[in-house]
């Protein structure tokens, strides 16, 4: 008797219990300081995967508060490998952020489709961005819903100082650069810092490499529409090129990773590294004197290209409270002011046209990227499948690395991943 | 007032319910629902658990990973719990030392996970790791590669420092099997002229099934949700091609993996649940059937 009156309290309990949790929303919300509008305080919430970001967002969102003293701003960084799934939960339980920052191209754009952005055609400025860096965060039905930040772009790093003493000089062609490769090998130094064990860094230097291949946007313009696709003879190529440099790898490439390239190149063991715009702040920590310069990709037909993409834009949570005070931010982050902040504050290229900083090799890049930008194809457009083609790539160039596959097989895995999901392909 | 006793459970009961129990079954719930992460979409039914099995390349990677932690378990079974239990043996016999070595070999449980894995990473590195550069001063220059790189090596290389992280623990619990086996029958079948091996295999083995049981069951379960140390040191991708991938490195990629966009709670969700009833069914299987074959004393 006395078990059966046990078992009825507990679950009466652990009913209740879960009653009571599932009806809570688990608020993270923030305070806010008063009602809308009328100048009355306001402090909108600001959701972001960019830990290391939050000194400089101090500067900048002391400048905007300078101008808009009603509105307070509380920014609040994310561990970025778990931001996706703390903003997911948040978003889906009502308790999201007023601003929160989007990643770029279709994943972000996702959440405009799950109905939880605001759009932004009407925020002033705004089309003062390019169109096609705006795309990062425009949705299928056209309207956009992010202010894009910042661009990355992805290049040849190398070491002057090494290049000048060995007579060589920037190549202007694959030919060059494989002729160049060659003499560093010979003279016993690590041609290119590279490794093959994390796999998005290998897309990242197929985005460098690939372009060369193709050069120009025809051909971009024939795949986006389906008249080529990945096992074209220009995408084998450039798997081929991927192939080709090899022999100018470091010994043990296969077990480098990004933190082993770094240390190589910055310790001026290797006279070339591939990576992104976003590596130079990390480089020159570590090694302050490093006589550092970065050459775009050589192209077939004698020009050259930058790979660049847009990386993260700020949203509004279509379910603020705060839509009007939210939107006044974002107008601020169109303006060029903005981006001589942002610019100057990480050291990364702007999203805004025009903005210069005081690092000569960023002005390079942000120069570049107006003049020769390429995208890069896998995350600006094959960002999509489960797993993603972007993936299946960086695990099929895995695979060619480790002698499992040949770079032809990379290009039909390639193919049959895109083949499940994008439009033109499925045809 | 004695009722009152029967309250007390009631606070562990329901962090329990709400922190196990209740995930377990909103994981099933989920499982049957098309749910990118962002918002649930259509109830599909079973359509998640046909597609882990059916669809290329979720099934490839099904298989690859399960593979993976079968060979986990089998070498963890042979590496550890072999030298574990010799370990044990010769600490029962009380060689000399044998209180400095039990605290030795339980060193490295006292580590995180985490700590372990950038370690090894370390002394594994290609480029400057202890390992590689003690091969070449002892002229085995040839034998050194970039072990976690390598998809030949890399997987054992990660089993074997689990095992070492491991053998610890379960040299204790098979101590504390064999220092159970009541001294008089040691004698009694010494009387009767058993010795060495014999007295090993008859005697003492058949006497310490018990704990033979619980290790087997805890390095099962172990193996099949080993995760934390493969993640610590080689991603949520099992890099490199997928060698070192396990099923609850697969279903972490695919539930929560964030960046990539290609989030399907739905598809973890069911991977989470075959994944539990693997481990339950064959847990509750393997304790029924050893707990048969234990001698009584």
Same mark, same amino acid.
């Given at each position: 008797m006395k078990q059966f009156r046990f078992r009825y309290v507990a679950s009466i309990v652990l009913a209740a219990v879960m009653v009571v949790t599932g009806c809570s929303s688990g608020g993270t919300e923030t305070e806010s300081g008063?009602?809308?509008?009328?100048?009355q305080q306001v402090t909108l919430s600001m959701h972001s995967w960019r830990v290391e970001d939050t000194e400089g967002y101090k500067a900048i969102i002391k400048a905007f508060e300078a101008d808009n003293p009603h509105i307070k701003i509380d920014f609040k960084p994310f561990k970025a490998t778990e931001y996706n799934t703390i903003l997911n939960t948040a978003l889906q339980s009502d308790s999201g952020p007023d601003i929160l920052q989007l990643r770029p191209y279709a994943p972000g754009i996702a959440l405009a489709e799950a109905g939880h952005l605001e759009p932004?055609?009407?925020?002033? +400025?705004?089309?003062?961005?390019p169109k096609d860096v705006l795309a990062a965060a425009t949705g299928k039905d056209g309207k956009v819903y992010g202010v894009p930040l910042s661009l990355n772009s992805t290049q040849f790093y190398y070491n002057k100082k090494i290049f000048e003493q060995n007579g060589l000089q920037a190549p202007k062609s694959w030919d060059e650069l494989i002729a160049t490769a060659k003499t560093l090998k010979e003279k016993g130094i690590v041609p290119i810092s590279f490794?093959?064990?994390? +796999?998005w860094l290998l897309s990242l230097s197929h985005g460098v490499i690939a372009p060369a291949s193709y050069s120009g946007t025809d051909y971009l313009d024939k795949l986006l529409k389906g008249e080529?696709?990945?096992?074209?003879a220009e995408f084998l190529q450039s798997v081929q090129r991927m192939h080709e440099l090899i022999p100018y790898f470091p010994e043990n490439y296969v077990g480098l990773e990004l933190n082993d390239m770094r240390t190589l190149f910055a310790t001026e063991k290797a006279a070339m590294f591939i990576n992104g715009s976003f590596e130079l702040e990390g480089i020159k920590k570590l090694n302050p004197d490093l006589p550092l310069d970065f050459f775009p990709m050589p192209t077939d037909d004698g020009k050259q290209v930058l790979t660049t993409w847009v990386d993260g834009s700020y949203a509004v949570n279509a379910k603020s409270k705060h839509k009007a005070e939210a939107l006044k931010f974002m107008e601020f982050m169109a303006t060029k002011k903005f981006g001589e902040l942002f610019a100057n504050q990480f050291k990364r290229i702007s999203a805004v046209p025009g903005v210069s900083t005081d690092d000569p090799l960023v002005n390079k890049m942000a120069e570049l990227s107006q003049s020769s930008a390429t995208p890069y194809l896998m995350v600006v457009n094959f960002a999509e499948g489960k797993p993603t083609t972007k993936q299946t790539l960086e695990n099929a160039l895995q695979g060619m690395y480790l002698g499992k596959l040949t770079p032809e097989q990379v290009v039909e895995e390639v193919q049959k991943s895109a083949a499940t999901w994008f439009p033109p392909f499925k045809k | 007032m004695r009722w009152l006793i029967h309250l007390f459970p009631l606070p562990a009961l329901v962090i329990y319910t709400l922190f196990v129990v209740y995930p377990i079954f909103s994981a099933f719930l989920y499982s049957l629902y098309d749910w990118n992460g962002i918002k649930r979409g259509a109830f599909v039914g079973l359509q998640n658990f046909m597609t882990l099995f059916t669809v290329e390349p979720f099934n490839e990677m099904f298989w690859n990973a399960f593979r993976h932690n079968v060979f986990y378990f089998v070498v963890e079974m042979i590496v550890q719990n072999g030298i574990a239990f010799g370990l044990a043996f010769l600490i029962y016999r009380k060689i000399r030392g044998s209180g400095f070595l039990k605290i030795a070999y339980f060193m490295p449980r006292l580590l995180s996970v985490i700590v372990i894995g950038f370690l090894w990473k370390l002394i594994l590195n290609p480029n400057y790791g202890a390992l590689n550069t003690v091969l070449a001063k002892i002229g085995l220059e040839e034998w050194s590669r970039p072990w976690l790189g390598d998809p030949d090596t890399a997987l054992l290389a990660i089993i074997l420092i689990n095992c070492w992280f491991g053998i610890g623990f379960a040299m204790l619990i098979f101590l504390a099997g064999l220092q159970s086996i009541p001294e008089d029958l040691i004698e009694a079948a010494r009387l009767d002229g058993a010795t060495g091996l014999r007295m090993l295999w008859k005697m003492i083995l058949p006497l310490c099934m018990p704990a033979i049981t619980i290790m087997t069951i805890f390095t099962f379960i172990q193996a099949f949700e080993a995760f934390e140390l493969v993640y610590a040191m080689q991603?949520?991708?099992?890099?490199p091609f997928y060698s070192t991938d396990t099923l609850a490195v697969y279903f972490y990629r695919m539930a929560f993996s964030s960046?990539?966009?290609?989030?399907?709670l739905g598809l973890g969700s069911a991977l989470a649940v075959v994944l539990f009833c693997i481990v339950g069914s064959v847990s509750a299987l393997s304790l029924y059937l050893m707990r048969k074959r234990e001698v009584q004393h």
């Open positions: 008063s009602r809308q509008g009328g100048g932004l055609d009407k925020v002033p +400025g705004i089309f003062t961005i490794g093959a064990k994390e +796999g080529s696709d990945l096992k074209s | 991603g949520s991708m099992g890099e960046g990539a966009g290609d989030v399907t």
